[in-house]
T-cell receptor, first 114, second 110 residues
Framework: ETGVTQSPTHLIKTRGQQVTLRCSSQ?????VSWYQQALGQGPQFIFQ???????GRGNFPPRFSGLQFPNYSSELNVNALELDDSALYLC?????????????FGPGTRLTVL | GEDVEQSLFLSVREGDSSVINCTYT??????LYWYKQEPGAGLQLLTY?????DMKQDQRLTVLLNKKDKHLSLRIADTQTGDSAIYFC??????????FGTGTRLLVSP
């Protein structure tokens, strides 16, 4: 049990809508990363937050945005949803000072865009 | 650039050893990881290896790293039906992100 939780578990939206996904980091972790996992693929890095600031970003458009709060919980926001945004969204928390920067994943939110 | 490749599928019998292979391209990767994903679930960290190591053993799991060939393998001894899952290898890329392969689906038959 990693202690990383995500909500909601499942979500159905229509094209053009906006969505907010939530993540609660493992206790004591100050870094959160978000990944998108399309069906049959490996997870793709979206971005990472460290101490409430974006710390790196993958190849995703600006309509993917995030927040990290003082308690290190996090949100992923996606605007103007497209059909290709249908995927499992995973968050992972880690303690930045750990050399291995081991990332512990939550169970994910399955987003379906119709 | 960063790219990780894995074979898509492996089938073994219960009690046999399983070997899952992975190749990566970023020679500057400092850590390499193995994750397990069961149906409908998130990723479970199995083990990781530092790039200056050749081998790491953790109970039934053995990780071998050939840095010259950029080849990583995960051996599961005495494979059980509960080991059936998708296994992802990942390298640590820039910005401390993880770059994942497409995953190897392991099927263990009784």
């Amino acid at each position: 049990e990693t202690g990383v939780t995500q909500s909601p578990t499942h979500l159905i939206k229509t094209r053009g809508q906006q969505v907010t996904l939530r993540c609660s980091s493992q206790s004591g972790h100050n870094t959160v990363s978000w990944y998108q996992q399309a069906l049959g693929q490996g997870p793709q890095f979206i971005f990472q937050y460290y101490r409430e600031e974006e710390n790196g970003r993958g190849n995703f458009p600006p309509r993917f945005s995030g927040l990290q709060f003082p308690n290190y919980s996090s949100e992923l926001n996606v605007n103007a949803l497209e059909l290709d945004d249908s995927a499992l969204y995973l968050c992972a928390s880690s303690l930045e000072t750990q050399r291995a920067d081991t990332q512990y994943f939550g169970p994910g939110t399955r987003l379906t865009v119709l | 650039g960063e790219d990780v490749e894995q074979s898509l599928f492996l089938s073994v019998r219960e009690g046999d050893s399983s070997v899952i292979n992975c190749t990566y391209t970023d020679s500057s990767s400092t850590y390499l990881y193995w994750y397990k994903q069961e149906p409908g679930a998130g990723l479970q960290l199995l083990t990781y290896i530092f790039s200056n190591m050749d081998m790491k053993q953790d109970q039934r799991l053995t990780v071998l790293l050939n840095k010259k060939d950029k080849h990583l393998s995960l051996r599961i001894a005495d494979t059980q039906t509960g080991d059936s899952a998708i296994y992802f290898c990942a390298e640590r890329g820039g910005f401390q992100k993880l770059v994942f392969g497409t995953g190897t689906r392991l099927l263990v038959s009784p």
